[in-house]
């Protein structure tokens, strides 16, 4: 039988489009019944399962998956067997200490002797001890949100990421404990196939994900500008000149990165560039 790699991502919650989106930006496509429990691609040596975030640490740590991905704060919480092979840079959040929105939070010391609803116990443990705070922690397994409401906890810690479970739940946010992305975690022992066919994904990933973070510009100059603006334009190795039909123009194309991209725009418009265009790249081999 053909070797596949065993995948674990999120069943459901904020990882699992992104998940999704990631295999199939590396070209990866899954077999109808996302509902079930697995499923396996139809063009690529992977099976993929539907888990739990939490749970997906301890199947990966137990070689049940071979590799997963989840929260960094998962990761922490969970202290598994397991090695963090790649950051992904999607499902950005935060893990944060909130309140009601009324109470008068003055600083850490509000928590002293009140209960704190989570899902994160040890994570809590950890920053009460640093904070030198005394609280009670209260373990619950899921819509810790809600507990303030109902009088279970005076405050919670919880995963933050556009605000708007603790803005519905009359919560604000009042301390970051830590900031957390999506990551792909393998397991220790992986056989040399799996190991082969692992190196095989990272390549797509890092590729697509290069690919996300930089354009492809293309724009005309006069050959007379051509100087000026080929040394505002970095690309891989040096920007692409290509001859125009009209004499005594040319067209210029290279690739920028995002971080750098509209820095790199307002210099060529001051330098007199006006048609500039700019496409997505959709894989990036270096
Ligand atoms: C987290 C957290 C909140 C929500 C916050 O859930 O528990 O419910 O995301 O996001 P927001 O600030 O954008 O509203 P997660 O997706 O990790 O699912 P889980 O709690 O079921 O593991
Ligand atoms: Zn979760």
Partial sequence: METRLKLAIQKSGRLHDDSLNLLKDCGIDL????????????????????????????????SVADIGIVGENVIYEKNKKVTVSEKLGFGKCRLSVAV?????????????????????????????????????IHEISGSVEIAPGIGLAD????????????????????????????????????????????????????????????????????????????????????????????????SVHSVVNENDFWEIIEKLKEAGEQGILVVPIEKMIL
């Avoid at 509902?35 to 993929?48: I, M, Q, R, S, Y």
């Avoid at 970051?176 to 220790?188: F, K, P």
């Fill in 155 to 250: 405050a919670i810690v919880d995963l933050v990421s556009s605000g708007s479970t603790l803005f519905m739940n009359g919560l604000k946010e009042v301390e970051t404990i830590m900031h957390s992305e999506a990551v792909l975690i393998r397991q220790s022992k992986l056989g040399l196939a799996q190991q082969q066919i692992l190196e095989k994904l990272l390549f797509r990933i890092r590729s697509v994900r290069k690919a996300r973070h930089t354009k492809y510009i293309l724009l005309n100059a006069p050959n007379g500008k051509l100087q000026e603006i080929i040394s505002l334009l970095p690309g891989m190795k040096s920007p692409t000149v290509l001859p125009l039909a009209e004499p005594g123009w040319s």
């Fill in 31 to 62: 077999k109808n019944g996302i509902n079930k429990l697995k499923t396996e691609a139809d063009n690529f040596p992977l099976e993929v399962f539907f888990l739990r975030d939490d749970d997906i640490p301890q199947y990966v740590e137990d």
């Fill in 100 to 136: 009601g929105r009324n109470e008068p939070y003055s600083g850490c010391q509000f928590l002293a002797n009140k209960k704190i609803a989570t899902t994160y116990p040890v994570l809590v443990a950890k920053y009460l001890k640093e904070q030198k705070v005394d609280a009670e």
